[in-house]
């Protein structure tokens, strides 16, 4: 059976232990790690994940756009993203995830030069990361949250113009509902590049509360023997696109909706 996680920035935690301990109390096996890993001790947040027997699937720098728009060019975006490799590795941390990267392109003259960009800074961290034995993903996002990598196909071509197996590509059921005319075809094409699938209804919220049609999303899954982790990006309907609980009622709502949502995902297991 797949492992099932969370994406951490919806909690809204940033204390290391209490973060963990939450993941634990939903009865969940890991997280993706999505913090801003310049704020954090790699060493306390190993501890942290080690004493609750939580797993980190992956290091997900979400803060990480450039400190000064202006001054964002290819050198310091593969300066950031080395010193968040050497951290997952501090970390223990098998994967990093790149699609942040696409804001380190805003100062280019147009889509061509933005692209040979992209490019250029994975070759060279893909590099740097097999060197650290450390594993690159990009995940597909929609068009209104990044400018660049919003399908699988998009995804498969950086792939392939970086030229490494050591890259993998993470599906969200939220963004392929906006960008994919075939979400399940673009999880078959997807397949030998899968590290994890989100869950994340079209309307950012559990499974079932708007259209993704999560039964043949997990057929497919199935259908493909994907191991890799299941992760849940739920967001509560008041707070979309992007803000977490403040209130204590917004608290017990958003742990509902992700226990709710892993318990269904493994019904459909057992069904």
């Not at 756009?65 to 490799?85: G, H, R, V």
């Not at 996002?141 to 498969?156: A, D, F, P, Q």
């Not at 992760?231 to 403040?246: D, G």
Request: proline content about 4%; charged content about 25%.
């Amino acid at each position: 059976m797949n492992k099932i996680g969370v994406c951490s920035w919806i909690l809204g935690i940033e204390d290391p232990n209490k973060l963990m301990e939450k993941v634990k109390l939903l009865n969940l096996d890991g997280i993706q790690f999505s913090g801003d890993w310049r704020n954090y001790d790699a060493k306390e947040i190993r501890a942290a994940a080690d004493h609750f027997e939580i797993e980190i699937f992956a290091i997900d720098p979400y803060n990480c756009a450039p400190p000064i728009l202006e001054e964002a060019n290819k050198s310091s975006a593969i300066e950031f993203y080395k010193k968040m490799i050497d951290f997952a590795v501090e970390t223990d941390v098998p994967v990093v995830t790149l699609q942040g990267l696409a804001q380190w392109t805003t100062n280019c003259p147009n889509a061509e030069e933005s692209w040979s960009m992209l490019v250029e800074c994975c070759k060279t961290l893909d590099a740097y990361a097999q060197l650290k034995k450390v594993k690159l993903a990009y995940e597909c996002v929609n068009r209104y949250e990044s400018t660049m990598i919003h399908t699988v196909s998009k995804g498969l071509d950086l792939i392939n113009a970086v030229g490494h197996n050591n890259f993998s590509l993470i599906l969200d059921s939220f963004h392929m509902h906006i960008e994919e005319s075939d979400p399940i075809q673009a999880i078959k094409e997807a397949s030998d590049f899968m590290l994890s699938y989100q869950i994340s209804d079209s309307n950012r919220s559990g499974i079932g509360r708007g259209q993704v049609d999560f039964v043949n999303h997990h057929a497919v899954l199935e259908e493909l023997n994907f191991e890799g982790p299941i992760m849940i990006e739920v967001v509560l309907p008041e707070l979309v696109p992007n803000a977490t609980p403040q209130t204590s009622s917004q608290l017990e709502r958003l742990d509902e909706e992700i226990r709710r949502s892993a318990r269904v995902w493994r019904n459909l297991k057992e069904n």
